[in-house]
Every structure is written in C-alpha cells, then in structure tokens.
C-alpha cells in the first residue's frame, strides 16, 4: 500500500517523529547481499523452524532427562508410541550424546549467521 509522507504523518503521528528525528533505531536479522546473490535477500535458516525430539535431547546432559522429553512428547502425541520406544531404546543403548553433539544457550544464533541476538535492537 503506498502513501505519501503527509497522510502518514497524520496517521502515525509519533512513528513518524520517531523517524525524522531518528531516535528509534531497529535491525532485522535479514541482510540485504544484492550485490553478491542477485539482489535477493539472506534469511535467517532457523526462521519458522520447528525444534524435533532430537534438537531437544541434544539440549540434554542425561539420559533421564532425555527420557523426559520423550515422555512429554509421547503424552502430547507428538511423537507416537512407536517412534518414542525406539529413541527409549537408542538411548539406553548409545546415550545422549548418539543423538549428536550438546547444543548450549544461543545454538542457533551461532548457527545462523544472518540471525543474531545482536540484530534486534531497539
């Protein structure tokens, strides 16, 4: 929807004095590369991703607590009888760290280049 400058001043009164006068300032976690991929833009990977079983066992330092989760998720029928015995089992045989490696606080935004804590500003 386009709109000249005057009827958004009269519509968004103190957005548009925040923007003149420049005293708010935000960055997304999107950055603009036209000139090195033809002008689109890099999005963030982890953007509407949706954490599985696995990406929650590997938040987990035990078994137990791995065990945990699996329950829940059972529970909520995310995850059916079937698929929850078969990581039960992977677990007891091989251990958490089967399932790969620990992800720790701000995993996915060392992950993600183009997703930061640091983009969000205010």
Known sequence: MAMDWETFKKNFPNLAKEIEENTCSMKLGIKDSSSSKGGKHNVPKF????????????????????????????????????????IRVLLKEKGVRFF????????YFKEDPHFSKDSFTF
Do not use: M
């Not at 949706?50 to 607590?65: G, M």
């Not at 989760?69 to 995850?79: A, K, S």
């Not at 790969?100 to 995993?107: H, N, Y």
């Open 100 to 107: 790969g490696s620990k992800k720790g606080p701000g995993w």
């Open 47 to 86: 953007r509407g991703y949706n954490p599985n079983v696995i990406d929650f066992i590997r938040r987990c330092d035990t078994e137990s607590q791995a065990l945990e989760i699996v329950d829940y998720l059972e529970r909520r029928n995310e995850l059916s009888h079937e698929e929850a015995e078969k």
